[in-house]
């Protein structure tokens, strides 16, 4: 994944990739006292260099840029407005661009019709809103049940440690990166974190099957 995200640059995927790769070489013993050492060393570099990182075109058009961030903010209290309305089965799927119009909502510092002109950039409240709880339930009830399971799997020494620990990972990034954006415009990104929950499944059978 890595040349896709220094080629899109797209800032929620490379703070889910960052904050998880970061949490498990800490997690690591091996390598938890050199990650230590790597990110102190880099924020050294980064405030040295502050000045210059901070002028380049990439930082002021994508890092520094927050309105976009800020109405987006404004986009998930309208889901939530949305969810709370409907709470059990929601407004219907495929409909949140539809009942977004009727909601009221304070659009500061932007305008209502600048606000409405963005769609939802959270999957997790897009299906609470088109879905509701049940709806919501149903997504991520296998990969919390599967992952739990796994938890084990990946703090035990053995052949199958490096997998269950990739798998965590796996679902671990997509999760992040799934609230930040709306996975319903990338149809083979929703494929991942059921991937993910298969391998679990059958490591963990395979595991018990050596046993």
């Known amino acids: 994944a890595a040349p896709a995200l220094a080629l899109t640059l797209t800032r929620?995927?490379?703070?889910?990739?960052?904050?998880?790769?970061?949490l498990l070489l800490l997690l690591r013993a091996r390598t938890r006292w050199l990650t230590v050492a790597g990110v102190a060393i880099g924020l050294i570099v980064l405030i040295a260099e502050w000045g210059v990182i901070s002028s380049t075109h990439l930082y002021k058009s994508r890092f520094s840029n927050t309105s976009d961030v800020q109405i987006r903010v404004v986009i998930d209290r309208i889901s939530t407005k949305l969810a709370e309305q409907k709470p059990v089965l929601g407004w219907g799927y495929g409909s949140?661009?539809?009942?977004?119009?009727?909601?009221n909502f304070d659009p500061e510092p932007f305008t209502r019709s600048d606000v409405l002109q963005y769609t939802s950039h959270n999957t997790?409240?897009?299906?609470?809103?088109?879905?509701?709880?049940?709806?919501?339930?149903?997504?991520?009830?296998?990969?919390v049940l599967l992952a739990r399971r796994?938890?084990?799997?990946?703090?035990?020494?053995?052949?199958?440690?490096w997998a269950f620990v990739a798998t965590i990972a796996m679902l671990g990034v997509w999760l992040i990166s799934a609230g930040t954006f709306d996975v319903r415009f990338f149809s083979l990104a929703s494929a991942l974190p059921f991937l993910?929950?298969?391998l679990m499944r059958r490591l963990e059978l395979d595991r018990q099957s050596t046993v």
């Open 150 to 161: 796994s938890l084990g799997g990946a703090g035990r020494r053995g052949p199958y440690q």
């Open 96 to 103: 949140f661009d539809t009942v977004k119009q009727n909601v």
């Open 12 to 22: 929620g995927p490379l703070i889910a990739a960052g904050a998880v790769a970061l």
């Open 124 to 143: 997790f409240l897009t299906v609470l809103a088109e879905t509701g709880g049940a709806g919501l339930l149903i997504l991520i009830l296998p990969w």
């Open 196 to 198: 993910a929950a298969g």
